[in-house]
Nanobody
Framework: QVQLVESGGGLVQAGGSLSLSCAAS????????MAWFRQAPGKDREFVAG????????SYADAVKGRFTISRDNAKNTLYLQMNSLQPEDTAVYYC?????????????????????WGQGTQVTVSS
């Protein structure tokens, strides 16, 4: 079992940047398929970015492609999400998620139900 703890959220003006971290306990993060999801008030949780187990291939939602970057540091056992050019529509609670399953980078890595472990979430608020 792994525990995930997100940090780095906050309030930022439109056009600004934030970097989220997700510290994992237990196995190294390279052992997991991992992803960032977000949930805005009144909306379903949605995929933001994912990184595959082993190969470290990445996948992004169209809404964040070119602005967000997912990465992981195996030595620090941490998953990151660098968010640039933030917009008010990026406002949400951001969650990291992990599974030992091997997920396909184009499809199942984007599926909420495929993940077994979730962090508690960190709030990101972008003001206009």
């Amino acid at each position: 079992q792994v525990q995930l703890v997100e940090s780095g959220g906050g309030l930022v003006q439109a056009g600004g940047s934030l970097s989220l971290s997700c510290a994992a306990s237990g196995r190294t993060v390279s052992s997991y398929s991992m992803a960032w999801f977000r949930q805005a008030p009144g909306k379903d949780r949605e995929f933001v970015a994912g990184i595959s187990r082993g190969t470290s291939s990445t996948s992004y939602a169209d809404a964040v492609k070119g602005r967000f970057t997912i990465s992981r540091d195996n030595a620090k056992n941490t998953l990151y999400l660098q968010m640039n050019s933030l917009q008010p529509e990026d406002t949400a609670v951001y969650y990291c998620a992990a599974t030992l399953s091997i997920l396909t980078i184009r499809t199942t890595i984007r599926t909420t139900s495929r993940y077994d472990y979730w962090g508690q979430g960190t709030q990101v608020t972008v003001s206009s």
